[in-house]
C-alpha cells in the first residue's frame, strides 16, 4: 500500500490509543480523588499524569513555570490545543488521519472517529466544567471501544489492518510501560518498601487506569502486592492491556504487514521480545523497575523508527 | 444567423417550471409525487429533512469553500429532497444529444493537436484556438491511448422558456458532481422510499463501475494489466470528498503527486514495499499543476516527468491534458459547427444562443443591451468573472462594456436564459428555485451517459447561479425507465 497512507494508518490508531488511554489516566484520578483520605497536596495528586505523558516542559511553558493545580492539568490533559497530547488533540489528530485514509477504512470506521470527534469537540468548546464531569472521560472511552469493535469486525484483514494494529500495540505498550514506571515510583518511592503495607487505592487505582483491576482480582489471590502488580501489568499474556500481550500483537501485526527486507524493524521486533523473554517481576524488580522500563521505551522509540524508515519514508530507487 | 433580441417573445423571457404545469396543476409526471405530498402533508417533510442532513453529515459528504482563514469551512452538501424527474421520452434526445456532442469534441480535441483540419478548413478562426489559455503546445502530436481525449465529461443543461434543453456549458478537464448525483440517491432512497415507491426510476450508482471499465480499457499493458490510480491534489481541495468517494467505489488507489514518480518515464506509486507502476492515472488535479518540468515548476501538486511518461505512452492520463481549448467560452459558440463538420449530423442540442465579441455586429448588439446579458469571461469558472445583466448596477455594466472593448477575445455574451424553476422544500415551505443538469458521459470502449446527473439548485430566491461554492444546492434526479 501507499507509504502515505500505511504512515496514516499507523498515527491514527497511535493518537486514537493516546486519546483512550489518556481519558482513562485522569478519569481514574478524578474518581479517586474524590474521597481523598491522604491529604495528598493538590500537584502531588497531579503531577504524576503531565510526567507519564512528558508534557511537564509543555505544562511550564503554557503556565509560565507556574503551579501544578488540579483544575489546569485536567484543562491541559483534556482540553488544550496547544498540548499535542491532549484528548482533544490526540483525537483530533486521529480523526485527521482516518480522513486521509478514508478509502482504506470502511464506512462505519469513518463515521465512528468522526462522529465522536464531533461530539467530543463540541463537548468541550462548553466551558470548563465539561472536563470535571466524568461523562466526557466515558464517552471518549466508549468512542474508542467503539471504533475498535467496528474496525475488528468490518475491516478485511491484511496490509492496512497490519499497519491499525501496530499503531494500536505500539502505543499501547509504551503507555503502559510508562504508566507503571511513573505510577509505581509514586507508590514505592524506595525499594525497601516492596512487600510493606500498601495504599490498597493507589495500587487499585493504577490498576483500573490500566483496565485491569478486576482481571486482576480474579487472577491474583494474595491481594495487591507490587510484585505481583508488576508481573501482571508487564508480563501477563493474557492480559489485553499488558506489556507482553501489546508486544506479541505488535508481531502479529508486522505479519499481516510483511518484513521482506524491512530488516531494522525485524531486529527491532526480535530486541522488544527479547527484553520480555526469560525474565520475571522478581529480577526486575531486584534489578531496577525503572531502568527495565526505561530500556523497554527506547526499544520501542527505536521499533518505531525502523517502521519509519523502512515503510514510510520513501527514497527513489533505493533498496530498503 | 442569430436571432435578434427583438425575436425573444415574451414567453421565452419566462422560466419553465419543470413541476407546475399553471398555478393549480402539477406535470403529469409530478403527478403521483405532488399527491402524496399533500396526502402526508408538508409538515411531514420537516424531519425527513433532518434525516438527510444527519446523513450527510456522518457520511462525511461536504464539500469545501474557499476562505481566508488557515482552516478551510467544511459546509455538508446542501440537499433538497424533492427529487428531479425527467420522463423516458425526454431522455432519450438528451442522452443522443450528449454522446453526439462528446464524441465531436473527442474528434475536435484530436484533429486540434495534430493536422488541425479544421482551422485549414475555416471552421473557426485560428486565433481562437492558438490565442486559447487552455490550448497547449506542449500537447502537440502525443497520442494518447485509443486516441480518447474526454474520458469523462460533465455537459451543463439549461431549459429556456419553452422548456427547450439546451447547452449552457462544457466541462471537459476536471467536471466534479458525480459523487453528489450518487449520495443524492443514496440519501432520498433512505429517507423518502415511499416517493419511490410510485414511479419505476433508473439506477445511477452503476457509475464508478462503468468508469472502472472505461479507464482500464485505457492501460498500456492491456485491460488485465491495469493498475489504476486517482490523482488528487489533496485534503484541502473542495472536491475531495468526490476524489475519496470515486476511488473507494472503483477500489483503487487514491494518490497525491508526493506518492509518485516518474523514473525512465514510467510513473510509479511510492508503496510500503518498493514502486509499483501505474498505468491510468485519473488525475483530478489541473493541467496547469500536473508537471513542474513541463508547466508549472512551483507546482508540489503534480509529478515531475508525467507528461513525458504519457508522451512515451507508458500511461493513460484522463482525461487528457490539453481539452481546456475545447471547453473554452470563446469556442463554445462554435461547437454546433464543430459538430456538423465532423459528423455531418445535426446537432440534437443546440447552445444557448450566444454573442461573440469579437464580431462587430454582435458586440455592438451586446453593448447596446448590457442590462438584458449574462456576459461571461472565457477563462474563468465556478460563476466567478461573469456579469448578471439584469441584476447588475450601472457602474458594472460599464466596467464590463469597458473590458470587452479592450479584449474582446476574452468575454461573450448571452441573452439571459431563465433557468427552469423547479419546486424546493425550504425552511418548511414548498417554494420555487432555478435548476439546471449537469449529466456525466464517459467515453471508453463506447460512449455512455447514466441516466440523469446532478441537479444544481440556486437556493438564493431569484437567483441564477447554482454552483455550489457560491451557495448552491442539489436534487436527486430521476429518469424514468419507460
Not at chain 1, 470502511?106 to 461530539?119: F, G, H, Q, T, V
Not at chain 1, 515510583?185 to 490498597?200: A, I, K, Q, T
Not at chain 2, 439584469?390 to 470587452?404: D, G, K, N, Q, Y
Request: proline letters at 5%; charged letters at 25%; a negative charge.
Amino acid at each position: 500500500m501507499l507509504s502515505r497512507i500505511a504512515d496514516s494508518l499507523y498515527w491514527m490508531s497511535r493518537y486514537l490509543e493516546r486519546a483512550g488511554n489518556t481519558a482513562r489516566l485522569v478519569e481514574i484520578n478524578l474518581i479517586h480523588l474524590l474521597e481523598a483520605e491522604d491529604a495528598l497536596p493538590e500537584a502531588a495528586q497531579w503531577r504524576p499524569l503531565l510526567s507519564i505523558s512528558g508534557s511537564e516542559e509543555a505544562y511550564k511553558k503554557r503556565y509560565d513555570g507556574g503551579e501544578v493545580t488540579a483544575r489546569r492539568t485536567i484543562q491541559f490533559m483534556t482540553r488544550e490545543r496547544q498540548n499535542a497530547n491532549s484528548i482533544r488533540s490526540s483525537l483530533r489528530l486521529a480523526r485527521e488521519n482516518a480522513r486521509v485514509v478514508r478509502d482504506r477504512i470502511s464506512n462505519e470506521m469513518w463515521e465512528a472517529i468522526n462522529d465522536m470527534w464531533l461530539r467530543i469537540d463540541r463537548l468541550l468548546e462548553g466551558s470548563a466544567p465539561a472536563e470535571r464531569s466524568p461523562a466526557i472521560y466515558a464517552e471518549v472511552l466508549n468512542g474508542v471501544a467503539r471504533f475498535h469493535g467496528i474496525s475488528v469486525s468490518t475491516m478485511m484483514r491484511g496490509e492496512a489492518y497490519g499497519f491499525y494494529l501496530l499503531g494500536t500495540c505500539v502505543e499501547r505498550a509504551d503507555m503502559t510501560a510508562r504508566i507503571l514506571d511513573v505510577k509505581y515510583h509514586l507508590l514505592l518511592p524506595d525499594l525497601s518498601m516492596v512487600g510493606s503495607p500498601l495504599d490498597y487505592y493507589q495500587w487499585a487505582a493504577l490498576l483500573k487506569s490500566l483496565s485491569g483491576f478486576e482481571a486482576y482480582r480474579r487472577h491474583y489471590h494474595a491481594g495487591l502486592r507490587p510484585v505481583d502488580i508488576a508481573e501482571f501489568v508487564i508480563f501477563e499474556g493474557n492480559f489485553p492491556r499488558s506489556v507482553r500481550f501489546s508486544v506479541e500483537h505488535m508481531r502479529h501485526a508486522l505479519q499481516e504487514i510483511g518484513t521482506d527486507g524491512a530488516e531494522r524493524t525485524g531486529a527491532a521486533m526480535v530486541a522488544l521480545e527479547a527484553h520480555l523473554h526469560e525474565t520475571s517481576a522478581d529480577t526486575v524488580l531486584s534489578v531496577g523497575l525503572h531502568e527495565y522500563l526505561e530500556a523497554f521505551l527506547t526499544k520501542v522509540a527505536a521499533f518505531n523508527g525502523a517502521v519509519s524508515r523502512e515503510y514510510f519514508e520513501h527514497y527513489l530507487g533505493e533498496e530498503r | 444567423m442569430l436571432p435578434s433580441l427583438g425575436e425573444t417573445s415574451g414567453a421565452d423571457r419566462m422560466p419553465y417550471h419543470e413541476f407546475y404545469l399553471d398555478d393549480f396543476e402539477p406535470r403529469d409526471h409530478y403527478r403521483p409525487l405532488w399527491e402524496h405530498i399533500r396526502k402526508t402533508g408538508q409538515s411531514a417533510l420537516g424531519s425527513k429533512v433532518h434525516e438527510a442532513h444527519l446523513a450527510l453529515r456522518s457520511e462525511g459528504v461536504t464539500f469545501t469553500v474557499y476562505s481566508e482563514e488557515q482552516e478551510g469551512i467544511e459546509r455538508v452538501w446542501p440537499f433538497d429532497l424533492i427529487p428531479r424527474i425527467i420522463p423516458a421520452n425526454e431522455w432519450v434526445p438528451i442522452e443522443a444529444g450528449l454522446k453526439q456532442r462528446v464524441r465531436a469534441l473527442n474528434l475536435f480535441l484530436k484533429d486540434i493537436y495534430h493536422q488541425q483540419q479544421c482551422i485549414k478548413d475555416g471552421v473557426l478562426p485560428a486565433e481562437l484556438v492558438f490565442k486559447g489559455k487552455h490550448f497547449l503546445r506542449e500537447i502537440m502530436d502525443i497520442d494518447p491511448p485509443q486516441g480518447i481525449y474526454t474520458h469523462i465529461s460533465g455537459i451543463d443543461l439549461v431549459r429556456d422558456g419553452p422548456g427547450r434543453y439546451l447547452v449552457l456549458e462544457d466541462n471537459l478537464r476536471t467536471p466534479s458532481g458525480v459523487s453528489y448525483m450518487i449520495e443524492n440517491r443514496i440519501v432520498e432512497r433512505h429517507i423518502l422510499p415511499e416517493f419511490f415507491a410510485r414511479y419505476r426510476v433508473r439506477r445511477v450508482e452503476h457509475y464508478p463501475a462503468l468508469l472502472l471499465e472505461a479507464l482500464r480499457h485505457l492501460s498500456p499493458r492491456g485491460k488485465d494489466h491495469a493498475e489504476v490510480v486517482l490523482l488528487t491534489p489533496g485534503i484541502y481541495n473542495s472536491a475531495y470528498f468526490e476524489h475519496t468517494f470515486l476511488a473507494k467505489e472503483m477500489g483503487i488507489e487514491l494518490v497525491e503527486g508526493r506518492d509518485l514518480v516518474v523514473k525512465n518515464d514510467v510513473v510509479y506509486m511510492k508503496t510500503t514495499h518498493g514502486l509499483r507502476r501505474v498505468d491510468v492515472l485519473y488525475r483530478r488535479v489541473d493541467d496547469a499543476f500536473l508537471d513542474p518540468l513541463t508547466f508549472r515548476p512551483d507546482s508540489a501538486l503534480g509529478v515531475a516527468g508525467i507528461i513525458n511518461a504519457w508522451r512515451a505512452g507508458s500511461v493513460a492520463l484522463v482525461n487528457a491534458p490539453g481539452n481546456g481549448i475545447a471547453d473554452d467560452k470563446a469556442i463554445y459558440p462554435f461547437v454546433p459547427d464543430i459538430i456538423r463538420y465532423y459528423l455531418s449530423e445535426r446537432p440534437i442540442l443546440e447552445n444557448v444562443p450566444t454573442y461573440l465579441m469579437t464580431r462587430p455586429d454582435e458586440q455592438a448588439l451586446v453593448l447596446d443591451n448590457m442590462e438584458r446579458m449574462v456576459v461571461k469571461e472565457v477563462s474563468e469558472s465556478g460563476g466567478y468573472g461573469m456579469l448578471m445583466g439584469p441584476s447588475s448596477t450601472p457602474a458594472l455594466r460599464a466596467e464590463f462594456v469597458t473590458r470587452i472593448k479592450a479584449n474582446p477575445r476574452n468575454y461573450i455574451a448571452q441573452p439571459v436564459v431563465p433557468l427552469s424553476r423547479h419546486v424546493c422544500y425550504l425552511d418548511g415551505e414548498l417554494e420555487s428555485r432555478h435548476i439546471d443538469l449537469r449529466p456525466f458521459v464517459i467515453y471508453g470502449e463506447d460512449i455512455q451517459v447514466v441516466p440523469g446527473g446532478l441537479t444544481r439548485v440556486a437556493l438564493t430566491k431569484g437567483s441564477l447561479v447554482v454552483n455550489s461554492s457560491q451557495g448552491g444546492g442539489s436534487k436527486d434526479t430521476w429518469v424514468l425507465a419507460e
